[in-house]
């Protein structure tokens, strides 16, 4: 018998629940929820889920709870990232929700890349020595157990923002940067952030196919989530690691492939920023998993433009990012 698996990503952009927050979570559901149920996924991956605070609990993502309910989902097997104190973070939270049990779940930061150090240029007060660079996110992988022990490695990520670092003594307010120089700066920290994810990615997909290949399991390997770069951009390049960037066709079957290239390039976006179609979030399959990849879809039809002058949130309750769902079929 055949086994269907259809994989989304869909970042929520700030699902939260706070008193007087507009728009309302009640609102927010009323339009996500169509969405989901119209992914028809097996496999989720959410980004940017907020975690709510109750007296005497640990902080727990009630608010994604609100928006699966009375969904097939509500039934799914899930896993999220976690501080130390083993409750969901304050903000932007991964989460993992699957038809078919999770069987092993691992946050990883730091652990294939260390932090990188480095001195500021247009700091004020000058910085006198190099300081270690950190990213703010994890990497959420998590083992899917298909049937019969064929596992799935799901990688679910959220790179760094191309939204400039803050540099200390140039900004003026949280959008207004006092000089040009310390504005590319931090969008310069913010680069080495979201490359250097990129890299701890790439390095521990191919510490999972070096293990695959002493087990001799199926490479079924998938990364999905908000990269915030396009396909030609570093660090999706870095991610993939094409054959024509390393030149080495010994490689190939270490390649990840973006699933939306099925998808015909008029539609092939998942957000607007003034005006211009970006494809930020993507899901990317290893090969041998491809073999059985049936097509992609990305539900951007209602998608707004929220970087607009004069735009706020209050007149969008969707979330800024389209989702996407790739579908396939094992046998």
């Given at each position: ?148 022990g064929r596992m799935l490695h ?166 800024d990012h389209a989702p996407m ?7």
């Amino acid at each position: 018998m055949a086994t269907p698996l259809r994989i989304a990503t869909f970042n929520l952009e700030n699902l939260d629940d706070k008193p007087g927050e507009r728009p309302s979570l009640k609102e927010r559901i009323a339009v996500l929820r169509p969405q989901l149920l119209r992914l028809r996924a097996d496999v989720l991956c959410f980004q940017e889920v907020h975690g709510q605070e109750f007296a005497g609990e640990p902080r727990k993502l009630d608010a994604l709870n609100q928006l699966l309910a009375e969904t097939p989902y509500e039934w799914f097997y899930t896993a999220h990232t976690k501080t130390s104190k083993g409750e969901a973070y304050d903000v932007r939270n991964l989460v993992v929700v699957s038809r078919y049990p999770i069987r092993d779940v691992q946050q990883i930061k730091h652990h294939y890349a260390p932090k990188p150090s480095y001195r500021k240029v247009t700091a004020n007060p000058p910085e006198a020595a190099a300081k270690e660079i950190t990213w703010e996110r994890p990497i959420l992988y998590v083992k899917i157990d298909l049937d019969a022990g064929r596992m799935l490695h799901l990688l679910n990520v959220h790179l760094k923002s191309k939204r400039p670092s803050p540099i200390e003594g140039q900004l003026i307010n949280t959008y207004t940067w006092r000089t040009m120089a310390g504005w590319a700066e931090g969008s310069f920290i913010s680069a080495m952030k979201r490359v250097g994810q990129a890299l701890e990615l790439r390095v521990l997909i191919d510490d999972i196919f070096d293990k695959l290949d002493v087990s001799g399991e199926p490479k079924y390997i998938v990364a999905c989530g908000d990269f915030n770069a396009d396909v030609k951009d570093v660090p999706l390049q870095a991610i993939m690691g094409p054959v024509e960037e390393t030149g080495n066709t010994g490689l190939i079957e270490r390649v990840m492939i973006p699933c939306e290239h099925s998808v015909p390039e008029t539609s092939r976006f998942s957000l607007l920023h003034l005006g211009s179609k970006e494809m930020l979030d993507h899901i990317l399959a290893s090969r041998q998993l491809l073999t059985y990849y049936r097509g992609s879809e990305i539900h951007n039809e209602v998608l707004h433009d929220e970087s607009g002058a004069f735009r706020t949130d209050d007149k969008f309750p969707e979330s800024d990012h389209a989702p996407m769902v790739a579908e396939f079929v094992l046998p």
